[in-house]
């Protein structure tokens, strides 16, 4: 059995992977995850990189470096397009006070409109097998910006992100659904496919 700390303090990212390893379940026996709560671990981890990898690797370095345990970390963020690319490693912390509702009307409100509205998550894990082994592993999703929120409970942007292809935003579709297509569970599939090779 493969055994690994996700070091991560987001419950959304935390029950997409359950989520999806579940369904995977015959596929992926050998592979387990224990999230922070279970040894107690609430150091607040560093995040001061100018990447997302630089981030990922601080996330998973700094647990490793305090328990020797083999972990791995996420970094992700939406960029869009007419803005630069931002909020990019900023994404959780857009707007002034953090809040998730006020980082999407901040980044509405910093669109204006016949601008394009194309959009991207990107995401990249990293996994920390022992001190000398660090890999990465990345995933995007393409997208668009929706004009208006759809007022429905998710993750980050995930009331305002159309996929490509797609009718509805990601907060409207299952999660079942959004790991289908999703930017971590592209990620993750690379590195839970190297860890049973
Ligand atoms: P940890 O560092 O503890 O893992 P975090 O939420 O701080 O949690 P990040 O620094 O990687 O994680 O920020 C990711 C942000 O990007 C997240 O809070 C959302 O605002 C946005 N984001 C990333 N993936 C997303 C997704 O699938 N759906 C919606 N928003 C997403």
Same mark, same amino acid.
């Given at each position: 059995?493969?055994?690994?700390?996700?070091?991560?303090?987001?419950?959304?990212?935390?029950?997409?992977?359950?989520?999806?390893?579940?369904?995977?379940?015959?596929?992926?026996?050998?592979?387990?995850?224990?999230?922070?709560?279970?040894? +107690?671990?609430? %150091?607040? #981890?560093?995040?001061?990189?100018?990447?997302?990898?630089? *981030?990922?690797?601080? @996330? =998973? &370095? $700094? !647990?490793?470096?305090?328990?020797?345990?083999?972990?791995?970390?996420?970094?992700?963020?939406?960029?869009?397009?007419?803005?630069?690319?931002?909020?990019?490693?900023?994404?959780?912390?857009?707007?002034?006070?953090? +809040?998730?509702? %006020?980082? #999407?009307?901040?980044?509405?409100?910093?669109?204006?409109? *016949?601008?394009?509205? @194309? =959009? &991207? $998550? !990107?995401?990249?894990?990293?996994?920390?097998?022992?001190?000398?082994?660090?890999?990465?592993?990345?995933?995007?999703?393409?997208?668009?910006?929706?004009?208006?929120?759809?007022?429905?409970?998710?993750?980050?942007?995930?009331?305002?992100?159309?996929?490509?292809?797609?009718?509805?935003?990601?907060?409207?579709?299952?999660?079942? @659904?959004?790991?289908?297509?999703?930017?971590?569970?592209?990620?993750?599939?690379?590195?839970?496919?190297?860890?049973?090779?």
């Amino acid at each position: 059995m493969k055994k690994f700390f996700f070091v991560t303090k987001n419950i959304f990212k935390e029950q997409e992977i359950k989520k999806f390893i579940l369904s995977k379940k015959n596929q992926y026996k050998n592979f387990r995850f224990f999230s922070l709560k279970e040894i +107690n671990f609430t %150091d607040s #981890i560093p995040e001061y990189g100018n990447s997302f990898i630089e *981030n990922a690797f601080l @996330k =998973a &370095e $700094f !647990f490793f470096k305090k328990t020797n345990l083999p972990c791995f970390s996420e970094d992700s963020g939406l960029k869009v397009e007419c803005l630069n690319g931002e909020p990019g490693i900023y994404s959780s912390r857009y707007s002034t006070n953090n +809040n998730n509702i %006020d980082n #999407i009307k901040k980044l509405l409100s910093n669109m204006v409109k *016949n601008r394009s509205r @194309k =959009a &991207e $998550f !990107f995401c990249v894990f990293c996994l920390k097998i022992n001190k000398k082994e660090t890999y990465f592993f990345e995933g995007k999703l393409s997208g668009k910006i929706s004009e208006k929120i759809s007022f429905k409970k998710g993750f980050g942007y995930d009331p305002i992100f159309i996929p490509e292809n797609h009718n509805h935003t990601l907060s409207e579709i299952s999660i079942n @659904k959004k790991n289908q297509i999703s930017h971590r569970i592209k990620a993750f599939k690379k590195l839970i496919q190297f860890v049973n090779k």
